[in-house]
């Protein structure tokens, strides 16, 4: 019978691997694919009639989130920052730019941040041709004294694109990073250069891993009162139990006699 007692902690050892499992399989990160960090100008602001146009160059064939960096003069004032991702449609020739399709849109609410900080848009992951020109779009509705301010580069140091401010190029670059989503088998495969043997093998990291789940599933097992002898719950019950003690003259129920007279 002792087999079976221990049955539930391989139970929850079991059930915290397959979620583990399921968890690694449909879970994803993002992975920086692109950056341009030099955000030491801070650029014009982005205000009601005005728009901030920034090409980029796709990484990777699907993005799924952008960094900017943002100034905001006055923190706590009511405002709305509109992100927009933009197909390209014509070639950047003259200082033109022929825009098609919204792929995405976030909208920033501008009082939630305080000053010049790092703001991430994030969006469903949309596919991307790699190598394609596409366009970050920022427009407003704000005043100017209290539009956001983004932060980059005057001077082109990104080679996949550059601002755009109401229709007119410029030879600035904003502050930028460009994301897409990856499973946990992509992130391996990205580590695997930089990892000794056997850790270089994504079999033997994923076999660690529901190793590690299930060694965790034992232990919450065993916090929630399974024991690890397989005797049952109750130390007080079942065999091994430790043998009760009874007083002198005391029934198996633990009753003692009724007392008699007392002696003068």
Request: glycine share 10%.
């Amino acid at each position: 019978m002792g087999k079976w007692r221990g049955l539930p902690s391989w139970s929850a050892m079991v059930l915290v691997a397959v979620v583990a499992m399921i968890w690694l399989a449909t879970t994803s990160f993002p992975i920086l694919d692109k950056s341009q960090i030099v955000s030491s100008a801070q650029l014009q602001p982005v205000s009601a009639g005005h728009e901030l146009i920034q090409t980029i160059r796709a990484p990777k064939d699907t993005i799924s989130r952008v960094d900017l960096i943002l100034g905001n003069p006055y923190p706590g004032a009511e405002g709305e920052l509109q992100f927009q991702l933009v197909e390209v449609i014509g070639p950047e020739t003259g200082g033109a730019l022929r825009l098609g399709e919204t792929l995405r849109e976030v909208n920033l609410d501008t009082s939630s941040f305080d000053y010049t900080t790092r703001q991430s848009f994030e969006f469903e992951s949309v596919n991307v041709i790699p190598g394609s020109t596409y366009a970050i779009r920022l427009t407003s509705n704000d005043s100017e004294d209290t539009a956001v301010r983004p932060r980059g580069w005057p001077v082109d140091n990104y080679n996949g694109g550059r601002v755009y401010i109401d229709g007119e190029a410029t030879t600035s670059d904003l502050y930028l990073g460009i994301f897409h989503n990856a499973g946990a088998g992509e992130i391996l495969e990205k580590m695997k250069p930089w990892r000794p043997f056997p850790l270089n093998r994504s079999f033997f990291i994923v076999v660690l891993f529901l190793t590690g789940a299930a060694t965790f599933g034992w232990v919450l097992w065993v916090v929630a009162g399974g024991q690890v002898d397989g005797k049952g719950e109750n130390p007080s019950e079942g065999e091994g139990a430790p043998p009760s003690t009874i007083l002198p003259g005391a029934s198996a129920a633990g009753k003692l006699p009724p007392a008699g007279p007392a002696r003068p």
